[in-house]
Structures are given as structure tokens and as C-alpha cells.
DNA sequence: CGACATTTTGAGTCAGCTCAATCAGTGTGG
DNA sequence: CCACACTGATTGAGCTGACTCAAAATGTCG
């Protein structure tokens, strides 16, 4: 801790840093949201890799923050087959919804070991009544998700194998780059070939010869672990991709 | 006008009816509640099958309602292939993100011939003000859009062509029940096999012999236009079908 | 009735799948 | 420090579900 330089220690000194973070990228907070924030009663929670957060059919009375680690959305339908439908980065509430909605619909799992934070829903009321503004930037939140399962879909359902992993992966480094994770050259990367395959809806078999026809081709390189990009415009021409839809402003 | 019964004249009296009948079937509305949305003021467009109503790449003042006809969302990409990403009823909003995000990520076009009623997002504004459990019930049902996505995202990567097929009849017959416009056995279908196609990231030549597959099963049966089911739970079964996202209480 | 949109069927092709091995990295107990 | 177990990546080979091209049949509407 020690080591620490004076400004990112009073970034972690708080638990829930890396959601004000997210939430100060739309709109700067003012001291009392940002207190009414940091005052948010949480109970911590430490998962491993590829242990469940929340399951399908569940009906929880808080919500989940990743604090740290990276989580997942996905379902298995009956022949056996996973389909993920969104990596979790920290910061992200993947379950927001629980709040208006009677159950999961999907499951949410852990890429790797996470921190959540577990947020009473009786508080989150109470921060949208005493600070409406939140309650707007938190919703705004769960629409930008949707924009994202809606690029998903349409990468899964009409991209070429190469083309819909080159998208999955752009828009994973467009996001780890908005939290301060990634210079947009290199990055962390917390999914195996397997992983990627249930997200792209490919086999892990095809996943791997679609990856190394990008590292031939000079795009990017996924080593196990992390992901290094060598042509940015030509990985983005090749997903087809446009970051607008992360509201990410800028670019 | 004057063949219809006294009842279904004072509901098609007010020009959202079928928003107000929709948002109902979650929360009683109260006098007030239900004057105010009556009170909104709507420009009302008509637009022809296969027209567009917002572009992707638009940036517009209005929110879009579907008061009579049925509408999609939907992405092409360079390849030229569409891909369908949600059907849209009457008493549909498709988009109310419009309210909080920058640009349309998508296009919505008309299915059939539709009457659409705009609603400046002012408007909408004022009206979440004055009542603010309508606002809540509004954003509700971006949360079960976002739910819809993420079925079809399973769907389309992960069922059979049969099974997807039949997920995407199976909820369109049950909204359309939701929306009093089918017994459950047999309705409207408004989606020729092309269009169906693109929903289900399926060729038009494939979709035609999953249909032939589902009729000769005695599952369902599509006629252009029409679409009769003989066996609900048969198809249920195949589509792996549980309403449950839909949240529309019962079943 | 003619023009056009939609559905249906046949036939050959291919992107992505499954099965089966092998190879590499990492952690663990002795 | 090494043998073993385990997870994840890589490659080969043959298969198949879904695709494309092409044409005919059917339905719809001015």
C-alpha cells in the first residue's frame, strides 16, 4: 500500500471507486453524490473462476457490482451449448435490472475471480430518491447494454466467424481503454478460446483458426491472458466496428 | 365506425389506447396518470411496408410510438445481409433510449403498414415530472426489450434453425395475446418468410424447409399472414420457450 | 390479365462443426 | 527437483447444417 501514489490510493480508498469512476465518464458528480454514493451499505463478496454470481431463475433482493475480476452474462440451452451475452468489466451492475424485473433470466459467472459488491436494493431506492439525477445516469447504464446485446446479435447472427471475434474484441479493448485499463494497443484478456467461442457462438475449434488467421493477417494477437493489437484500423474495418454505441463520447 | 360495439369505440377513442392498455397490465393506472398520457401532444405519421420510420446514424426530438401495424428493428452490415433484432407491437415504444442516448445504433422500419404516433421527448420529459411512476413503468419496458435481445441472442447462436424459428413464433404469439390480438391458438402473422429469415440469421431457402419441418411435425403451421398452432406445448418444447422474460404475469 | 412479391423445390457448395490427437503451461504432492 | 494431473491451445481430417444459385409455382393487387 505504501508503494501507492498519493492520488490512486484516495481512488481505492473507496470500495465502489470504480463505479463513481463510470459514472463521472457521462456526467461529473457533485460532493453530496458522490457521498450519497460511498455511503451505500455493501456487503463484499470474493468469487472464483467459473463459479456463479447470480443463477438463472433467481430472485435476489440486491444488486451486484463488480468490483474487481471480470464477470459474464450467459445461458445454456438444452443440447449442453453455453451462449454469453456480455462480459462484465469493473464498475458494471449487470444485474440493474433485478430491481423492476421478478427473476434472472440468465445466469451471471465469473471469468475470473471477481470482488462483488452486494447492494441492497432497499438502498439503491433510497439513492434514487434522495439523488434522482443517479437514478437517470445508473438507467442510461442498462440502455447502453442494450445497445450492446443488439450489436451481439447482429454480429453473431451476420458477421463472418473472424469478423464477429475482430468485434467482440474491439469493443472489449474500447472498453477496458474507458476504465483506465488499456492504452488501446494492449490489454488484459481474461477469456480462454473456449470462452470466446460461446460468446461468438463458435466452436472453440474455429475460434482458434479464426484467431490465427487475425494474428497472420497482422490485426491483433491473443496470447492466453492478453490481447495485443497491431493494426486498430484494420481489426475495426474488419468487425465493421463504430464505438458510438458505448456513449463512450470522443473518438 | 358505427359497427363497432359501444367498449371497443371508448377504447379506440384515444390515440395511445393501446400504450395505455399496455402499461395497465403491469399497474392499474389512476385517473390522473391516465389523463396525463392522454393529454401528450402526438404528431401522427403513416408509413408503408417497408419504409423506414428512424435511421440508424438519426438523432432525433420525438420518441416513436406504434399505434397501429407492426414495426422492426433492424442492422445491415457491408455484406448486404439484414439482421432483424426485434419485433415491435402496437402500444410499442422502440425508441425511448432515443430519450438518453446519443444516435439511433439501429433502424427501425415498418413490417406492414403502420400508423405511428410521434411524441416530442419533452413532452415525455414533462410527463415523467409530473408523474414519476410512469417513468417508472416506462423504463420497465426498455428492461424487458433488453430482455427480448438477450433471448434471441441464444436463439440465433444457439438453437437449431427449427428451434429458433419456433422461440421467435412462440413470443410473438404470446405478445400478441398480451395485446389482445390472438387466443393463442391461432393470429396475425405479419412477417413473410423473408423477413423471418433475417430475424432468425437464416437463409430464406432454409427458413422455408424449417417451416415445412414445424407443419409436418403438426407444431404450427404458417400460412402468408396467418399463423395457426396445433401443438403449443409441442413447440414450446422444441423452442425451449419460457414466457417468463416476457413478464407478463400469469401462465 | 399482367406485373410483382412470395413461397416452394432441386442441386451442388462451403463455412463451421465434431472427433481425435498432440503440445504447452501451471500447479501440486512426494 | 521431478512426475503427474489438469487446463488450455493447436492442428488434422472428415462431416453436415445451412448456404447459394436457379427455376417453377402460387398468390396478390391494380
Redesign the interface.
Known amino acids: 500500500m505504501a508503494l501507492y501514489h498519493r492520488e490512486s490510493l484516495l481512488v481505492a480508498d473507496s470500495p465502489l471507486s470504480s463505479l463513481i469512476r463510470k459514472l463521472e465518464r457521462y456526467h461529473a458528480l457533485d460532493a453530496a453524490e458522490r457521498r450519497a454514493i460511498e455511503r451505500l451499505p455493501i456487503s463484499i463478496k470474493n468469487t472464483r473462476r467459473g463459479q456463479d454470481i447470480i443463477r438463472e431463475g433467481d430472485n435476489c433482493d440486491f444488486v451486484c457490482m463488480v468490483m474487481e475480476g471480470f464477470a459474464f452474462?450467459y445461458?445454456i440451452?438444452?443440447?449442453g451449448?453455453?451462449?454469453i451475452?456480455a462480459f462484465c468489466l469493473p464498475g458494471d451492475i449487470p444485474d440493474l435490472?433485478s430491481m423492476?424485473?421478478?427473476?434472472m433470466?440468465?445466469t451471471l459467472g465469473s471469468l475470473r475471480a471477481c470482488t462483488i459488491a452486494e447492494i441492497p436494493h432497499k438502498a439503491i431506492r433510497d439513492l434514487f430518491e434522495e439523488q434522482p439525477r443517479l437514478a437517470?445516469v445508473l438507467?442510461?447504464e442498462?440502455?447502453?447494454?442494450?445497445?450492446i446485446?443488439?450489436?451481439?446479435?447482429?454480429s453473431?447472427?451476420?458477421?463472418s466467424a473472424a469478423g464477429c471475434i475482430a468485434h467482440i474484441i474491439c469493443e472489449f479493448v474500447t472498453r477496458m481503454k474507458a476504465i483506465g485499463r488499456s492504452d488501446g494497443v494492449t490489454c488484459e484478456f481474461p477469456m480462454t478460446q473456449t470462452d470466446l467461442g460461446d460468446a461468438a457462438?463458435l466452436s472453440l475449434v474455429h475460434v482458434n483458426r479464426s484467431l490465427r488467421e487475425l494474428r497472420e493477417g497482422r490485426l491483433v494477437t491473443v496470447f492466453p491472458n492478453r490481447l495485443t493489437i497491431h493494426d486498430w484500423e484494420g481489426l475495426k474495418r474488419l468487425a465493421?466496428f463504430d464505438p458510438?454505441?458505448l456513449?463512450l463520447g470522443g473518438e
Do not use: C, P
Not at 423492476?100 to 427473476?103: G, Y
Not at 442498462?142 to 445497445?147: E, K, R
Not at 453473431?156 to 458477421?159: A, E, I, K, Y
Open positions: 452474462r445461458s440451452v438444452e443440447s451449448k453455453r451462449q451475452m435490472q423492476a424485473l421478478d427473476k433470466d440468465h437517470e438507467w442510461r442498462t440502455l447502453i447494454d442494450a445497445a446485446f443488439r450489436k451481439w446479435l447482429v453473431v447472427g451476420r458477421r457462438a465493421e458510438s454505441y456513449q
